[in-house]
């Protein structure tokens, strides 16, 4: 059945209705699966494999694969136009970089695939946005703060802001608030020594949480000036 909706506007509106895009980051290869179910139950509908990690490629296709379109994967850390078709071949849905990376971008709006790019500044952010970036990272968003998710929203208001770095759960909802239709990480979902103290379902429940906690923060946003 013909969908009426493209794979930006799908991504965009499963991600702007969980809040979250979690990463995962390891250091070696694993059952990527697992973690990417880990994620999925706690509600999780996108969900992001650096390219730093082992196998990362390899992971993507796995978990598309696996989910059958019920899951979006996202690729991180992609910083060249080969990377990023070889992401699309492999399954991947989202581009995700730290940077503005003109290629990625370029590559994305070819093929019809989300890019978040990376940006920082206003002069960065409306860069990426001519570019043709489906939404911006905001990266590191603990370097400006949730307050800056309101500057920046007040001169680009149709802009789309997904914060990571630094985000936790004392100051997700406040990022919400200020303006952010999402956040991401990985070190606030890939908590190692928890993981190994309480095994996945820890993911699943930190998912979780963070879900509610944007679902409160949205009930009742205020303007932005």
Known sequence: ??????????????????????????????????????????????????????GALEAIEAISSHFHGEMHVAAGTVLDGATAREVLLHGGEILVNPCIVEEVIDVANRYQAACFSGAMTATECFTAMRLGATAVKIFPGALGGAKYMTNLKMVFPEVDLIPSGGVNEENAAEFIRCGACAVSGARTFMNHEKIREEGLGWITRQVARFIAIIAEAKKDLPDIP
């Open 1 to 54: 059945m013909r969908s009426d909706t493209t794979i930006r506007e799908r991504v965009m509106r499963d991600i702007k209705r969980t809040g979250v895009l979690p990463c995962i980051k390891l250091h070696e290869k694993a059952d990527w699966i697992a973690y990417a179910q880990a994620m999925y139950d706690g509600g999780a509908r996108a969900v992001e494999v650096t390219m730093t990690t082992p």
